[in-house]
Nanobody, 122 residues
């Protein structure tokens, strides 16, 4: 009964692709901004991408053109399609939801997923 349930992490080779999924409860999915943060070893959390209820997306410069966030309204699920993966993408990826705002650094995020490990081998 977790409010954000993540899946899709794993080990891939550089240049490969991976798709993360985050299923949310209806109340969150329908009313909150959704996004993905990641934390690489020894580094701070950073926002990778976010998507509003209206479908407006925002991507970090480091992943722009490679990652795509999307919403599947029928399944109340947010996806992060990751292409052209690099070793520096290796991190724990966290689904997040907030009723107002998701910044580059997490501040008072309302809901967090458990995190899923993404490892990219070079």
């Amino acid at each position: 009964q977790a409010q954000l349930v993540e899946s899709g992490g794993g080990l891939v080779q550089a240049g490969g692709s991976l798709r993360l999924s985050c299923q949310a409860s209806g109340s969150i999915f329908n009313n909150y901004i959704m996004g993905w943060y990641r934390q690489a070893p020894g580094k701070q959390h950073e926002l990778v991408a976010s998507i509003t209820r209206g479908g407006t997306t925002n991507d970090a410069d480091s992943v722009k053109g490679r990652f795509t966030i999307s919403r599947d309204n029928a399944k109340s699920t947010v996806h992060l399609q990751m292409n052209s993966l690099k070793a520096e993408d290796t991190a724990v990826y966290y689904c997040a939801a907030d009723r107002n705002y998701l910044g580059s650094r997490p501040v008072r995020v309302d809901y967090w997923g458990q995190g899923t490990q993404v490892t990219v081998s070079s």
